[in-house]
Nanobody, 114 residues
Framework: VQLQASGGGLVQPGESLRLSCAAS????????MGWYRQAPGKLREMVAY???????NYAESVKGRFTIARDNAAKMVNLQMNSLKTEDTAVYYC?????????WGQGTQVTVSS
């Protein structure tokens, strides 16, 4: 299984970014998928996950600002991030939920700075 995250970049506070994750797993549709992030000096944390039935769960810090969605046909899971804050700066990763240690990829850097 390969999970490739993309879409990161440098934005100003209040702006938006859309992250995408492409999966190669044949069992993608039955897996809950999640987005995680790790800021410098901090532990990796769950940002959002989406179950196979489309139900979602978000970290309190991103509720109302981030939206996770999946496209099973395309084997993609996306994270729309609006109203970004400086504290959202981190490397963002996609993985199953709960995460499989062997499937962590390189992630994509999101930097929110004025």
């Amino acid at each position: 299984v390969q999970l490739q995250a993309s879409g990161g970049g440098l934005v100003q506070p209040g702006e938006s970014l859309r992250l995408s994750c492409a999966a190669s797993s044949r069992s993608f549709a039955i897996n809950a998928m999640g987005w995680y992030r790790q800021a410098p000096g901090k532990l990796r944390e769950m940002v959002a996950y989406i179950r196979a039935d489309g139900s979602t769960n978000y970290a309190e810090s991103v509720k109302g600002r981030f939206t996770i969605a999946r496209d099973n046909a395309a084997k993609m899971v996306n994270l729309q991030m609006n109203s970004l804050k400086t504290e959202d700066t981190a490397v963002y990763y996609c993985n199953t939920h709960p995460p499989a240690p062997q499937w962590w990829g390189q992630g994509t850097q999101v930097t929110v700075s004025s």
